[in-house]
């Protein structure tokens, strides 16, 4: 399968992700050349590199990775496609020591897409991992862990769709995809109750939810309509009673703000529907994952 084939099955969009990596590919070279393996390696060479999980993990990125070596083929080589053999599959668990994928071609363009495609690679493997972790510590409460737009510029249907890897659900993907009424909304319209009838006016279709700190914002916001609550910053206690108001009449809700990975089984127990854990994207550690030439 070609690059383009991989990321459409991944239910990427192609264009999107092929036009990300070129850019990405540009500002490694920044209008030069790769110098170090220009002088090294010859222009003939062709060697096989094993992509290698350096830690366990949940491996996220694959089709992403491959998409870059063939990108650089393209640049460096007059359209060379690199081969692929992949050996493990986007949303699995990996072992330290074992290869995930092995890609065939020439030398020089191995070595000048690695850092690019590991970059992404690790960084959505490690977006997969935190998120497995978060969904084990919430299993069997029936809450779900979603992510927030708290992505890097440029990256989120990568990291959202590094997410849905790691057994997580995504949020909205952009503004305009759902509404969420947050404290800055509220005082800029006035109060919970208009700002939520200036946004069903606008979008009588659209999902609304709130943002609320207090339990008495919580009920003026199901009095209002909302489809779904977000407790921000709230404690289990706070969040208990939330749901029990909530949950009678409908509406779904959402804690948020201040999540922990090692609280999260009891935030989860309190009932809400869902955890929204910014850290996700924002905060998960790359997993070591490297590039290695067999040797001859």
Same mark, same amino acid.
């Given at each position: 399968?070609?690059?383009?084939?991989?990321?459409?099955?991944?239910g990427?969009?192609?264009?999107?992700v092929l036009d990300l990596?070129?850019?990405?590919v540009?500002e490694?070279?920044?209008? @030069?050349?790769?110098?170090?393996t $220009?002088?090294?390696?010859?222009?003939? /060479?062709?060697?096989?590199?094993?992509?290698?999980?350096?830690?366990d993990?949940?491996?996220a990125g694959?089709?992403v990775? +491959?998409a870059v070596f063939?990108?650089?083929g393209?640049?460096?080589?007059?359209?060379?496609?690199? %081969?692929?053999?992949? !050996?493990r599959?986007? @949303?699995? /668990?990996?072992?330290?020591?074992?290869?995930?994928?092995?890609?065939?071609g020439?030398?020089?363009?191995?070595?000048?897409?690695?850092?690019?495609?590991?970059?992404?690679? =690790?960084?959505l493997? @490690?977006v997969?991992?935190?998120?497995?972790a978060?969904?084990?510590? +919430?299993?069997?409460s029936?809450?779900?862990? !979603?992510?927030?737009?708290k992505?890097?510029?440029g990256l /989120?249907?990568? #990291?959202?769709?590094?997410? !849905?890897q790691?057994?997580?659900?995504?949020h909205?993907?952009?503004?305009?995809?759902?509404a969420?009424?947050?404290?800055?909304?509220? +005082?800029?319209?006035g109060g919970?109750?208009?700002?939520?009838?200036?946004?069903?006016?606008a979008?009588?279709?659209?999902?609304?939810?709130v #943002? =609320?700190?207090?339990?008495?914002?919580?009920r %003026?916001?199901?009095?209002?309509?909302?489809? $779904?609550?977000?407790l921000?910053?709230?404690?289990?206690?706070? $969040?208990?009673?939330?749901v029990?108001?909530? /949950?009678p009449?409908?509406?779904?809700? %959402?804690?948020? @703000?201040?999540?922990?990975?090692?609280?999260a =089984?009891?935030?989860?127990?309190t009932?809400?529907?869902?955890?929204?854990?910014g850290?996700?994207?924002?905060?998960?550690?790359?997993?070591d994952?490297?590039l290695d030439?067999? #040797?001859?």
């Amino acid at each position: 399968m070609s690059a383009r084939d991989l990321l459409e099955a991944a239910g990427l969009d192609p264009n999107t992700v092929l036009d990300l990596l070129r850019w990405a590919v540009a500002e490694d070279l920044a209008g @030069g050349v790769d110098v170090t393996t $220009l002088a090294t390696v010859p222009a003939d /060479r062709m060697d096989t590199g094993d992509l290698v999980a350096r830690a366990d993990g949940v491996v996220a990125g694959l089709s992403v990775a +491959v998409a870059v070596f063939d990108t650089v083929g393209g640049a460096l080589a007059g359209g060379v496609r690199v %081969e692929v053999e992949q !050996r493990r599959a986007d @949303g699995d /668990r990996v072992r330290r020591g074992e290869v995930l994928a092995s890609v065939t071609g020439p030398t020089r363009v191995l070595l000048t897409a690695e850092r690019t495609a590991l970059n992404l690679l =690790c960084h959505l493997s @490690g977006v997969a991992t935190l998120t497995a972790a978060w969904v084990a510590a +919430v299993a069997g409460s029936g809450a779900t862990i !979603r992510d927030t737009r708290k992505t890097l510029p440029g990256l /989120r249907a990568l #990291e959202k769709y590094a997410v !849905r890897q790691g057994g997580g659900t995504n949020h909205r993907m952009s503004l305009s995809g759902a509404a969420l009424i947050k404290d800055n909304h509220v +005082v800029a319209a006035g109060g919970v109750a208009k700002a939520f009838a200036a946004v069903r006016a606008a979008h009588p279709d659209l999902a609304v939810q709130v #943002e =609320c700190d207090s339990l008495d914002d919580v009920r %003026e916001a199901i009095a209002a309509g909302a489809d $779904l609550i977000l407790l921000d910053n709230m404690e289990p206690a706070d $969040l208990r009673e939330a749901v029990g108001i909530a /949950r009678p009449a409908g509406v779904r809700t %959402e804690a948020s @703000g201040g999540l922990t990975l090692d609280r999260a =089984c009891e935030v989860a127990a309190t009932g809400v529907d869902f955890l929204a854990v910014g850290a996700l994207t924002h905060s998960a550690p790359a997993l070591d994952i490297a590039l290695d030439l067999r #040797e001859a």
